[in-house]
Structure formats: structure tokens, C-alpha cells
């Protein structure tokens, strides 16, 4: 394996801003260095190269023939490193609102709605991380965060975005044939899907039902209710979906529900904050966006009723 030959990035720095300012005190002033440290970072460059690249005058600098021609490559070499940073990891978090959600929500239900805050706050930029499991909130990282759960997060503010309730879902070819689901009990034939992460399940759904002589334990674990929702899809099994991520699978009519029986949850997605500290400029706009597309959604009005009844 080839070892690059490189020399030390701060000689680099050193020398593109002397070569720049043509002076070795003023490339002090913009790197917040002293004079001295400047003049030998620049003579460890020279000596690592062994070429001088600068001619010292009594008050100015002046690149000999080999600096000039270095000049353009480092040049070149700084610039293509800071577009390669600004390509992977984009603005800096403390120029773009940056929140974070979890897969199966940001897709089913976030990005189906998303251009409606663009189209409020065309210059507003936003980053869109997300999650699989619940992490700890990083406020090194992120500015909102949209988490699962009970809506009791201390030290955090707290809106709630969704009511949820849960019915399984199946693909359309398993409503026919020997084997075709017409009543719960009917799902002992079948494989149930899971998804971690979550308290309230199979079993709840399953007592609601009243369904008899179904294992709510067997079946297939997964990560994510996407790559659920995806294998059910495919005949692979039955999932049970979470209302606020089912809509978009059943639009495309990829997945149907055979039962009408939807089971209230005590859990819901909720948008949190860390009530100490100063929030980002655009958070007020995000939030009160997202709080507002939840309260006009018909899905979760139409759950609030199943709730109260």
C-alpha cells in the first residue's frame, strides 16, 4: 500500500496565507498566531520541500518562481477540501435547523407533507435526520427532535403530533384463497410481523380482538416498520401499523386492513425540545408548521374520536 507524502496541514495553512498576504504579519493577524510562529511553520514547509519558496525583503515578502507554482496547488487543494465538507456534511448546525425523526414516521408521514413548510418558508433551510431507535437527544446535533413515546421526556418541552391506533395489515392476496383471513383467529395461519421498539402490540390488539388460539409471540422481528410494511407486502406475513405511518401503503394499495377493529394507543409521536437553553431562530417556524399540519390531519382527528369512545 502507498504511503501519501504529504506535509503538515498547518505549514500548508501557513504558507497559502503569507502567499495571499505577502506578509508574514498580517497572516498572523488572520490565523491568530504570533508573527514568529507563522515565519516557522513556513520554514518547516521550506524545509520539508527543500525549495524557498518565499524571498524575505526587509519589509515585504516575495514568492520565488517554486512558491508561485505551489501556490495554485495548494489553493486547489484547500478549496476542494472545503467543498468535499460542505457536499458530505452541508451548512454548519448553527446555520440550518437540523431535526431528527424517526425512519418509518419522516417517510410515511413527514415527507408527504414536508413542501407544505417550504412553500411558507422558502428561504428557511432545514437538515432531516433520521433515526431508528430512540437515542438520547444530542444538542450538539440537533435542533428538534421527534421521538416515541408517552410524551414524558424531563427537561424537554413537549407537543404532541399524533393519536395512534393499530390494525394489521396485510397484502390483498392474502384475503383470498384457503388460507384467506376473514376472521382474527384466522391469523394463527399466518405469521405475525413486529416491530421493536414499541410497548403496545400483537397482544393488545389481540385481546381487543378476542381472538383465540394466536401466539402473539410468533412471527418476525424487525427494526423498523418500513422494512415491515415492505416484506407484508409481499405476502410475507401480517403487520400491525401504527396509523400515523399506514396511509401512503394504503394509497398505493400495496397494503389493505381485514379488520375494521382499530386499538387505542396510550403512545403517540410527540416533538420535543430542551426547555433549558436558546432555541434555533427557525425552530419557532418548524414547530408551529408541524403542530399545525397534526392538528388539521383527518387520520388523527378521526383517532382523537376512537380515543374518547
Known sequence: ?????????????????????????????????????????????????REPLFERKPRSLVLTKVGAAYLPKVRDGFDRLAAGTEEVFGLRRSEVLTVRAPVGYS????????????????DTPVRLVS??????FDNERFDLDIQYGTGKWPGFKTDRLTWEVITPVCAPSLLDGANAIESPSDLARHRLL??????EGWADWLHHAGASGVNYGQGLQFDTSLLAFEFAARGGGIALARSSMLGPEIERGRLVCPFDLRVPLSESFYLIAPEAGQDHPDAG?????LTEAAQNDPENQKNQDVQRA
Open 131 to 136: 433515526s431508528v431507535w430512540g437515542e438520547q
Open 107 to 122: 417517510v410515511n408521514w413527514i415527507a408527504p407533507r414536508l413542501q407544505g413548510f417550504f412553500d411558507a418558508y422558502p
Open 1 to 49: 500500500m502507498m504511503v501519501r507524502r504529504l506535509p503538515h496541514l498547518t505549514w500548508l495553512r501557513a504558507f497559502e496565507a503569507s502567499a495571499r498576504h505577502l506578509s508574514f504579519t498580517n497572516a498572523a493577524q488572520e490565523l491568530n498566531l504570533t508573527q514568529a510562529a507563522i515565519s516557522k511553520q513556513v520554514k518547516l514547509l521550506e524545509h520539508y520541500l
Open 194 to 199: 413486529h416491530v421493536l421498539g414499541y410497548e
Open 285 to 289: 417556524k418548524f414547530r408551529d408548521w
